[in-house]
């Protein structure tokens, strides 16, 4: 079968024609058609290659050889549901449990991290006989309606509709730019206790905790590291009311966070979460995901007396293609290759932000990285329009890369897990042209910063070397230039 079949415009057409038109596409003013891809490279209709820097579904790379025979076999020879007898769902429960904490024994097999978290709200419901669920500012947990209303990121763009009543939400736990930031003495308790405090008020008024729910590193809400603590002190308040934690590590889990194979890990192993729910890089694009429990959580939901099936959920292929990538994780050593091209592509990023004003903050962990980029690095003020130029710049040098966060400001590093220090060395070249030429674009320069901070003498500036006042916001803010608005155009699109 040919890779393409129709010319580009006609394929858009027939997009616009059939598909909804709230299914968007990436790149809209002029989209990038995918016919085949390997490794960390995509392929477009016409050859050209792109390097992958934003798809953390194809974890083990594109199209990867040991996953494809895996699925292709298993295909040949059978695929049931699984309230048949078959090998492939208990060995890789199996697999899967033994890269967890042992309190974390029983799974449940489903096809999307949306199907996951909209179970681990079922479970634990049913396990604590409550209702209400701890969501986090920002936070993003899958496209059907319970998780629509657990997740601030989509709900707050409709403003015809009301919060759920059943649903707080906490600050992120951001210490860049949120409530509690690096110069707090202790960020993880304070925003520990606005949880608490959330906890108290829904008890006034007759409200009863089912769950907190968080990303193990937020990922739609602009790549946020939680302060180490925040989550042990979080699971506390929350189990002494009756409630269970709940890990959605969908973005973030099997590996990319390098140093371990879970993100939750990374708070220290004093912790463990009741549920955890995974999905996107665990079956390499073929859709599939689980979710992860205690067998007192299992129980309880057993014991509401509904049988519980999924009719694609942990199949024969399904289960084969799960093996098989973790297999390519251990045999290739992808996790140690997201330590240690991850720790060198955040050194690259980090001597860009010593030249570069735009960048106001670096963070993450392996292969998860976040770039913010600022005006003004004192007021913090977004620089959401420069963003949005540098990934159109990028795509256009056949590079890839994605911005997200509240304020659509903040470049995302999560690619395939064979990313390559030489692939790093060449994202980190492109953006450092493009900064500079933004950057001179809007005179913004460290001299004529400090220079007009110097005269206007207004208030002192209890910053570091980083911290700089508004010349970008005065100057970069201006209306009318050429520039601002091809980059206005486009971030509208």
């Known amino acids: 079968m040919s890779a393409e079949r129709f010319e580009k415009k006609e394929t858009i057409d027939l997009r616009k024609k059939y598909i909804g038109p709230s299914c968007k596409i990436f790149f809209s003013h002029d989209p990038i058609k995918i016919v085949r ?29 040991d996953v494809v025979k895996a699925g292709a076999q298993q295909m040949e020879l059978l695929n049931t549901n699984s309230r ?37 709200l079922r479970l634990a419901r049913q396990y604590t006989g409550h209702r209400d669920i701890i969501t986090l500012e920002n936070a993003y947990h899958g496209h059907v309606s319970s998780l629509i209303d657990i997740s601030p990121y989509k709900f707050h763009q409709l403003s015809d509709t009301e919060q759920n009543q059943f649903v707080h939400v906490a600050s992120s736990p951001d210490v860049y730019r949120g409530k509690h930031r690096a110069d707090h003495p202790d960020p993880a308790t304070a925003y520990a206790d606005e949880v608490k405090d959330i906890i108290n008020k829904a008890y006034k008024k007759g409200g009863k905790i089912a769950a907190f729910i968080a990303e193990s590193l937020q990922s739609c809400g602009g790549q946020v590291i939680p302060p180490v603590g925040y989550f042990q002190q979080v699971a506390q308040h929350v189990r002494e009311a009756g409630g269970v934690f709940i890990a959605d590590e969908v973005q973030v889990g099997f590996g990319r966070v390098g140093s371990h194979f879970w993100a939750f890990q990374l708070q220290g192993e004093d912790f463990v979460p009741d549920i955890v729910t995974m999905g996107k890089p665990i079956g390499n694009g073929h859709p599939m995901s689980c979710v992860v429990t205690t067998k007192e959580v299992a129980e309880a939901f057993m014991s509401s007396g509904m049988e519980y099936f999924n009719t694609f959920g942990g199949n024969p292929v399904s289960c084969a293609i799960g093996l098989a ?5 251990e045999k290739e050593d992808l996790q140690g290759n997201a330590l240690r091209v991850g720790q060198y592509l955040t050194s690259l990023l980090e001597k860009q932000k010593e030249k570069h004003l735009l960048i106001g903050d670096i963070r993450g962990r392996g292969l ?42 903040v470049l995302k590093f999560k690619p395939p897990m064979c990313f390559t220090t030489e692939d790093a060395e060449l994202v980190v070249e492109k953006i450092d042209v493009i900064l500079t030429e933004l950057e001179e674009a809007l005179d913004l320069k460290l001299n004529n910063t400090l220079s007009v901070e110097n005269e206007s003498n207004k208030r002192k500036l209890l910053t570091d070397e980083n911290g700089h006042s508004g010349v970008l916001h005065s100057k970069g803010s201006r209306q009318g230039s050429p520039q601002q608005t091809k980059q206005s155009k486009r971030l509208r699109t």
Request: aromatic share 8%; charged share 20%.
């Open 84 to 120: 048949f007898l078959h090998d492939n769902l208990v060995l890789y429960a199996q697999r899967l449990q033994a890269t967890l904490p042992d309190k974390l024994a029983v799974c449940y097999f489903v096809n999307s991290g949306s199907e996951a978290n909209d179970l681990a």
């Open 325 to 329: 990538v973790l297999d390519v994780i």
């Open 368 to 409: 998860f990285v976040g770039v913010e980029l600022v005006r003004d690095r004192l007021k913090l003020t977004p620089a959401t329009a420069e963003a949005q130029e540098v990934i159109y710049r990028l795509k256009e040098q056949h590079i890839l890369l994605s911005a997200d966060g509240p304020h659509r400001n």
């Open 37 to 65: 891809a390997k490794g960390q490279y995509m392929y477009d209709e016409k050859g050209q290659r792109y390097l992958d820097c934003i798809n953390n579904v194809a974890h083990v790379g594109h199209c990867h050889p």
